[in-house]
Structure formats: C-alpha cells, structure tokens
C-alpha cells in the first residue's frame, strides 16, 4: 500500500507560481501511475493532471494545459505540480493518487479509493 503526502499550497496572488509535491511511501510507487486532482468549495473532486510511471507520458485536463507540468522524481518517491500563471479558479485542495496502470481515457476520482490529506491552494485576485 501507498501512502501520500501532499504539500506546497498556499496562498498566492493572480498570476503567480507554486510547485506541489507528493511524496509517498512504499517500495512499489515507482511502478504506479500517479494523478493529480482538485476540489474547490462545494463543487466535486476533478481530475488536473497524470504521469505514467516511467515518466514519459503525461496528461492534462483542458482547463490546465500550457500552465500545469507535471513530473516525477523515482529517486525521491515524488510526484511534482508545477503550477503557472495561477488564476482565482485554481483555488482548491489537490490531492495525488496512484493507479495501477497510465491511460489516456478519463481519470475519475471515483475510481480512486484512498487520498491523501490534500494541499490547499488559494488564488487572491
């Protein structure tokens, strides 16, 4: 079993940058997938962006593309979101989670059974 723990919100101003991580525990991280997801207040939990485990495949959800980046670091059992050009509507909590496989059909957070504590990240405009 993984367990994960996210961190590198916080509070920033429109436009800015953050870089979250994930690190997990367990020797058979580097052999899952991972996500990263989001859930704003009072809306549901949705998928932002995947990486496959070796790293060479990546996926991003439309409203994120071109200022979401997504990486993994095997060495350090970390999964990395870097975000860009923050807006008011990035406002959320972000959790990781692994998968067993990568895929290019949609992530559904349904799918997941365990998260996280999450990161918050709030956007000031």
């Known amino acids: 079993q993984v367990h994960l723990v996210e961190s590198g919100g916080g509070l920033v101003q429109a436009g800015g940058s953050l870089r979250l991580s994930c690190v997990a525990s367990?020797?058979?991280?580097?052999?899952?997938?991972m996500g990263w997801f989001r859930q704003a207040p009072g809306k549901e939990r949705e998928f932002v962006a995947a990486?496959?485990?070796?790293?060479?495949?990546?996926l991003y959800a439309d409203s994120v593309k071109g200022r979401f980046t997504i990486s993994r670091d095997k060495a350090k059992n970390a999964v990395y979101l870097q975000i860009d050009s923050l807006k008011p509507e990035d406002t959320a909590a972000y959790y990781c989670?692994?998968?067993?496989?990568?895929?290019?059909?949609?992530?559904?957070?349904?799918?997941?059974?365990?998260w996280g504590q999450g990161t918050q990240v709030t956007v000031s405009s």
């Open positions: 990486i496959s485990s070796s790293g060479s495949s990546t």
């Open positions: 989670a692994p998968r067993a496989y990568y895929s290019t059909a949609p992530w559904r957070p349904a799918d997941f059974g365990s």
């Open positions: 367990g020797r058979t991280f580097s052999s899952y997938a």
